[in-house]
């Protein structure tokens, strides 16, 4: 699985989006050591502040799948002018299935005309997890 095939796989969970109140799709897509992709999209709801972030909605289908580690690599997608970088609260999500395999995932922020390749370590410095409370 290739980055570019890694970017595709965001962008095609991105058509199942639901967000018709931002009217803002976002895919994510994760990239395993074994090679298993896992996708995500946003879902929103009418009462707004419970949208569920595509990365979230990623690392919660890979979890309650049995995954806690080997996450590699992650690509966002979305509708913006710019390359979409994982909000605060994703940062952390998907900080705790990194920290879980002790692998710090390269993050591909994908805009229409640059992929951005940013570590989680540097979206999320001095993260806490659950190294923390070991
Ligand atoms: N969103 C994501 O899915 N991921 C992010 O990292 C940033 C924001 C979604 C949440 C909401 O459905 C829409 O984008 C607009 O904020």
């Not at 931002?22 to 929103?44: C, M, W």
């Amino acid at each position: 699985m290739t980055d570019q095939e890694l970017i595709d796989a965001a962008r095609q969970a991105a058509q199942h989006s639901y967000s018709p109140y931002s009217k803002f799709p976002v895919g994510a897509a994760l990239r395993f050591a074994d090679g298993s992709i896992v996708t995500g999209t946003n879902i929103e709801n009418a009462s707004y502040g419970l949208a569920l972030c595509a990365e979230t909605v990623a690392v919660s289908k890979a979890m309650a799948d049995g995954a806690r580690g080997g996450l590699e690599a992650v690509a966002v997608t979305g509708p913006g002018t710019d390359p979409i970088t994982p909000c605060g609260r994703c940062r952390q999500v998907l900080n705790e299935l990194a920290q879980l395999g002790g692998t710090d995932p390269e993050i591909l922020c994908v805009g229409p005309d640059e992929v951005r390749r940013l570590r989680l370590s540097d979206l999320l410095p001095h993260a806490f997890g659950p190294a923390s409370l070991a």
